[in-house]
């Protein structure tokens, strides 16, 4: 093809051109990112406004310093020493905690996906699973979760298989993977189910097999189910790893540092607010992870709006 063809088919009109898709996401990005500057803006303008109306207004919550300290106070206190004599700060210690607890989950996201899909997959497959599984899968999910951390802990201290032993962190690690594997089965499940009669019957005379159904047709629909449950199962293991790390008393992790920081609350109330932060914080990074990987798999798909 030469290169007045190529000039000529780039501007067709609708034709997609990836130099202008890829101008058009990075639009949206930056977009995406100024809404959620705008936000945290708003949320500390909020945050000021109720401190000193509460000040002059009874609110039925307390809003001294202890509770509520200022904006720039919580700034502040992020870079200061986390002990007295110590070389590193409050944001230093909050990271590589935040770090840690990263790693757990993501273990736990890893293993609750691969358990969540498989049940999914099972599910669409046999209709007599789907009946059978569905209602366990859906009560697994109110069981309380502080009563099951120390179950759970109590179980795997003396579980042992050859050099093998069972330590809290895979227990903290099992926890989140038992709340990430929820979300993953119900979307995929739904996913799996997305292809229209029409396009299951034009498989089934081409004499698909099942594993080609689920790979060339269920697999490819279920993406825009996938991503959103994939996002939720990643913030659902942040969380549980938190809860668990706070239940269990696993050192190391943000869970445990958030305990820690709050008993000195009354002298250094903004050095909790800075490990809570960082647990939020954790949560978006564990979401922008799963997106990273929507960007990847929707990278051919068409997308809405003007070409």
Not at 70 to 75: E, F, Y
Not at 114 to 141: D, H, K, W, Y
Not at 276 to 304: Q, S
């Amino acid at each position: 093809m030469s290169d007045s063809q190529r000039v000529a088919l780039q501007s067709v009109p609708g034709r997609p051109v990836r130099s202008r898709a890829a101008g058009r996401r990075l639009k949206r990005g930056a977009a995406s990112a100024g809404w959620a500057l705008l936000g945290i803006l708003l949320a500390m303008i909020m945050w000021e406004l109720v401190k000193a109306v509460g000040s002059v207004v009874p609110f039925p919550f307390n809003t001294s310093d202890t509770t509520m300290p200022n904006v720039w106070t919580m700034v502040n206190g992020a870079f200061q020493p986390e002990m007295r004599g110590s070389s590193t700060t409050v944001l230093q210690a909050v990271m590589m905690a935040a770090g840690y607890s990263l790693m757990i989950a993501m273990g736990g996201f890893i293993i609750g996906v691969s358990v969540g899909l498989l049940l999914a997959i099972t599910m669409q497959r046999f209709a007599f699973m789907e009946r059978g599984l569905l209602p366990f899968v859906i009560a697994s999910q109110t069981v309380p979760l502080i009563a099951l951390a120390p179950l759970i802990v109590g179980i795997g201290n003396r579980f042992s298989v050859g050099p093998f032993e069972w330590s809290t962190t895979y227990s903290v690690m099992f926890i989140a993977a038992y709340l990430a594997f929820f979300p993953l089965s119900v979307g995929a499940l739904r996913g799996l189910h997305a292809p229209t009669p029409t396009s299951l019957e034009l498989m089934r005379s081409y004499a698909a097999k099942p594993r080609q159904l689920l790979f060339k047709l269920r697999f490819p629909s279920s993406i825009p189910f996938l991503v959103p449950a994939l996002k939720v199962s990643a913030a659902s293991a942040v969380v549980g790893t938190v809860i668990a790390e706070i239940s269990t008393g696993v050192r190391g992790g943000i869970g445990r540092l958030i305990i820690e920081y709050s008993r000195e609350i009354t002298g250094q109330p903004a050095k909790v607010y800075v490990a809570v932060f960082g647990a939020i914080i954790l949560g978006l990074m564990a979401a922008a992870l799963v997106t990273v990987i929507d960007l990847y798999l929707t990278r051919n798909l068409p997308k809405e709006g003007p070409a």
